[in-house]
């Protein structure tokens, strides 16, 4: 039997068992319908997203490099930076195969090593990405404190603030743009910046997981609401008096109240939601109210949403526009 139709029947054997052998190979890959993709150890990748496994035909794709094969055993020369026959050859071992009728034992010992050196790759490639994202965070911190102790206190008319109809509270304003200060363990980490149209953004790189931008003294005993959006938080503290924190988006309410739960363990946390009745009115999911409902349960607390009368429009959907609507400014 010639070296291609071997190299090609083993290639045949291996896409039988195409999840087990690229599980071994490539530990840290997920399937994703016909294709597994793993992150590329041959250039450092960080993460998955450029790098695909075709567990139909056995094609694969780099398209960061542009390196590409037709089947698993150019997969694995690849890998290992062998000939596609020796790459056979340890498939064959692994599949309990002969290799022009020689019948190769698994060598476990080779296994366990290339599973070690990968396992550390993997490792190292995490421990590097997360040495840069902290760096990131660290400098975006910096600059949000800087920017944050320049900026003068806002002027009370500031076309966001008059349209929200909410009280400047601790932000600041850096020319045209108010800063809302982002904090994490009790310290300014981001800032969101929004303009006098009400265009919002965070400082680029910089963390948001996790983190709040608090209204009012948080006390033990007291209750304490976290919400999504800053002219939300403000309103609900104006209204109430009490403690607000705005997690900035419905995904981080979540993360922010672990955040909160852990720094301030004795107050008493509520979700405030929104509530995008206008979605759930054409069948869509409630995002606000799903999340709310969700983060609560986690968390074992409370949650409330906007107590809506019948006549409220249904566009409607945060503590701020139910306050506005009331107030006739909607």
Known sequence: MTVHFEIQRIADAALQQADHLLADWLPDGTRKGKEYWPVNPVRGDRKPGSFSVNLTTGTWHDFASGDKGGDLVSLLAYLRGCRQLDAARMIAQQLGMTVNGDRHKRDFLQDEIDRQRIARQREQRQQQADAERQAGWDRTAARARHDFALAGLPDPDHPYLARKRIRPHHLRQLGSVLLAPICWRGEVVNLQRIDADG????????????CYCPFGRIEAGVELLIVEGIATAATLHEQTGKP????????????????????????????????????????????GKLAAIHAAATLGCGYVLPAWPEDAPLELSDFNDLRLWQEGRL
């Open 244 to 287: 607000v924190a705005a997690a900035m988006s419905s995904g981080n309410l979540l993360p922010a109240g672990f955040e909160l739960k852990r720094r301030y363990p004795d107050a008493v946390l509520i979700v405030g939601g929104d509530d995008d009745r206008a979605k759930e009115a054409e069948g869509k999911p409630n995002a």
């Open 199 to 210: 265009g919002k953004r965070f400082l680029q790189g910089g963390r948001i997981t996790g």
